[in-house]
T-cell receptor
């Protein structure tokens, strides 16, 4: 059974608007979550993370929110830019175990 | 710094052939991972290693073997390739349990 779920395979937003990518998880024993960005024909690159003791982490245009009661996290990109068009993966790390990745959401930012 | 380097980048195999994918990292990372990415499936862990001389099974280990004889290298072997192993393979490394750095990927087609 999928430990980390990204229920939206794709998302389109206008340039300058907010992009919100969502991720749901089942295991509460995680250490932290990470978001990765992937362009075609390239490997995923790390974007931002959030530890289990926080509910928000911000880095420039990127903010990740963690709602532990709902077992849900989201990545906000404001303002969205055409260069943000990529596939975004959320990943869960459980100490002593491994990274569990979601299936990814393909974001298209329309100029 | 090269980061994580995968060899080869592309390969076409016939069913039943064998091959080895090489992953090399120059960041002195302890942990190394092999993932496969298939449409709609996200990144699934095949095998991983938490240090030189150690390996462990991930989510989808069947049909693959690995070796970590040197800290900087992690080899993924296919003894008898099958069409179901057609995929994009990514190697990653991390310092203990921090974020993972990925290679550029190997696109493997088994005909």
């Amino acid at each position: 059974d999928q430990q980390v779920k990204q229920n939206s395979p794709s998302l389109s937003v206008q340039e300058g608007r907010i992009s919100i990518l969502n991720c749901d998880y089942t295991n509460s024993m995680f250490d932290y979550f990470l978001w990765y960005k992937k362009y075609p024909a390239e490997g995923p690159t790390f974007l931002i993370s959030i530890s289990s003791i926080k509910d928000k982490n911000e880095d420039g245009r990127f903010t990740v929110f963690l709602n532990k009661s709902a077992k849900h996290l989201s990545l906000h990109i404001v303002p969205s830019q055409p260069g943000d068009s990529a596939v975004y993966f959320c990943a869960e790390y459980i100490r002593g175990d491994q990274f569990y990745f979601g299936t990814g959401t393909s974001l298209t930012v329309i100029p | 710094n090269a980061g994580v380097t995968q060899t080869p980048k592309f390969r076409v195999l016939k069913t039943g052939q064998s091959m080895t994918l090489l992953c090399a990292q120059d960041m002195n990372h302890e942990y190394m991972y092999w993932y496969r990415q298939d449409p709609g499936m996200g990144l699934r862990l095949i095998h991983y290693s938490v240090g030189e001389g150690t390996t462990a099974k991930g989510e989808v280990p069947d049909g693959y073997n690995v070796s970590r004889l040197k800290k900087q290298n992690f080899l993924l072997g296919l003894e008898s390739a099958a069409p179901s192993q057609t995929s994009v393979y990514f190697c990653a490394s991390s310092y203990l349990a921090s974020e993972a750095f990925f290679g550029q990927g190997t696109r493997l087609t088994v005909v």
